[in-house]
């Protein structure tokens, strides 16, 4: 499957182990930079509460929910430890010249696709 880049900023308009939100036709997306200044890209609703992941507390490569303190893999979406499920993780592409991010959103695409078929 092809991937349709889209740009939604550069590197420094988020913080070191921070996020920012951006708004899609497949819901709100959270973009994290970690400390390391690896970005990261999850549906921004934590599959347990639905608290806003970027809100959450950004730690290695996971989030910390700011509801009830589960953790999430920012690589896999993944829940950690005793809870269960899974968010949906999204594509990210950083330029190492320029700082830009670009965001794929094929795979959510084709979800919806296969959904109305």
């Known amino acids: 499957m092809s991937k349709a880049w889209h740009p939604i900023g550069q590197l420094t308009d988020i913080p070191k182990r921070g996020s920012r939100c951006v708004a899609t036709p497949f819901g709100r997306i959270a973009v994290f930079r970690t400390a390391e200044d690896h ?3 999850t549906e921004d609703r934590c599959p347990h509460k639905g608290g806003p992941l970027s809100q959450g507390i950004v730690h290695d490569a996971s989030v910390t929910c700011p509801l009830h303190n589960a953790v999430i893999s920012l690589e896999t979406g993944e829940m950690q430890g005793p ?3 899974r968010v949906r993780t ?6 190492p010249l320029t700082g830009a991010i670009d965001l794929s959103l094929a795979e959510a695409a084709a979800d919806m696709t296969q959904a109305a078929e």
Not at 90 to 95: E, G, H, T, W
């Open 83 to 85: 809870d269960e499920g």
């Open 90 to 95: 999204y594509a990210i592409r950083l330029d």
């Open 39 to 41: 970005v990261f890209a």
